[in-house]
């Protein structure tokens, strides 16, 4: 059974959810500086789950989805952005 999906936004590193989570996609405005986003699980210092890169280039824009492999954090689900403008993080 598929679970309903929210969306966390932000605009600089922080908590996606606070608890379990999959993430099934993210949704991202680049920089003028290449960048990365960093799904970690157990906070800003927990696992890596995974890192993707963004393009340089301020107006940018990009959807990496996950729906069929998504990413599932035990603890709480956390971004950390590096150059990124703001990203939407959909989980479930």
Request: aromatic share 8%; proline share 3%; glycine share 10%.
């Amino acid at each position: 059974m598929k679970q309903d999906a929210n969306s966390t936004q932000l605009a600089a590193s922080g908590e996606v959810f606070g608890g379990p989570a999959r993430v099934v996609g993210i949704h991202f405005v680049a920089s003028a500086t290449a960048g990365t986003i960093t799904i970690r699980d157990g906070g800003a210092t927990g696992a890596i789950k995974a890192v993707f890169a963004t393009p340089a280039s301020a107006t940018a824009t990009g959807f990496i989805g996950l729906s069929d492999t998504p990413f599932r954090c035990q603890t709480d689900a956390y971004c950390a952005l590096t150059d990124v403008t703001s990203v939407t993080v959909i989980y479930a």
